[in-house]
């Protein structure tokens, strides 16, 4: 059997304005969207507990701006701190009208230039907190952009807000269009503006149906590179963000077994793609009727208990903490990942599933002095496996399972 090693899209260079997205590694890329600005602490410390690294949540433009030009960050200084004491950072979406101005999205140049000091405002008050600003939330769809979606309309304000962010702290850190799917007309309209002159990240939510696993957004990733590579300014690589992203268990979505599987690959085949940043959406569930779809994003139950998506982000990052995916490992099979990732002291894991029906694979290691590999999977099931002849056999299926090399490598052409 032929085995290569193919390397994972994250060995390109990313740059930023300052540097302040992370590299493509576990738990620093892992993040998850909220619904709750005060309080909430015992919630806040199941997050860092799970190893979550970001925080998303809707800054509000009426809350903040309660007068013209007068602000009011006291609920998001309290979040930010509650946040940073746990070693997470907030990512906040800047959203959505104000009536000050306008009732509907801000489309006229009073609103748009309101939005815009606003933003600046938020951005330089929160200056030293490494906030990831994004701007709007699914601005192509007619939920959140009213009265109707408009690429040019939005592409105005993200401007306004781009350049004014930037003067008040040219260090920010902000990514959009946070676009639902890969709407590739609001795209195009999007980033041929020069908008890329002014972000660190493209944001999109790369949602898609129950029966469509992770991994088949390979192919809309690699169009929005290509059409990113086509925009961005000369010497910068501009990196995909998945802004929010989720498999609900509701009857009619996934089991509670497949969204644990989902969490975890959504997080690996991101990082293979070289997105240094996936928000899960959702932190918990928003209600108990298991036929609601928006009541069952969580990875813990309305009431707070932990489902097994919550296992296995838990066990993802505290397994492969510190790690990054130096190249994908060739089964033969192409419907097998098997990701190799490596930390800074040269050690070496395998994260391993498969899309096809659960199957062995035989991998071939460089010189092995050891009898034994030890694993554990997202359900944190653990065993070993035997080398016999600098070879070892590990069974596959659609539950990654984590394989500690050390400092033995795969063999490889």
Known sequence: MKIRLFMAIVLLPILTFASALPEPALPASVGVNIHFI???????????????????????????????????WSAYDELTTNLSRRGIRAYYILDYSNPLYENE??????????????????????????VVWEIWNEPNGSTFWKPKPDAAQYTALALAACKAIRKADSQATIVAPASYGFDWPFLETFLNSGVLAYLDGVSVHPYRSPEKYPETVATDYQRLHELIARCEPAGRKIPIISGEWGYPSNTKGVSLQTQSDFIARQQLFNLFSGVPVSIWYDWGNDGKNPDDKEHNFGTVTYDLKPKPAYVAIQTLTRELSGYSISGRYDTGNQADFALVLTNAEGAVKMAAWTLSKPHRVTLGLESASMKKLSWINGNNESGTVEIEENNFTSELNGTPKYITLGKVHLKHN
Do not use: C
């Open 105 to 130: 999205s801000p489309t006229h140049p009073a609103g748009i230039a309101a939005f815009a000091r606003w933003a600046a405002a938020a951005a330089r008050h929160f200056q030293s907190q490494r």
């Open 38 to 72: 005060r309080g909430h602490e015992h919630e806040l410390d199941m997050i860092a507990a799970a190893g979550f690294k970001f925080v998303r949540m809707d800054f509000d433009w009426t809350t903040t701006e309660p007068t013209k030009g007068g602000y009011d």
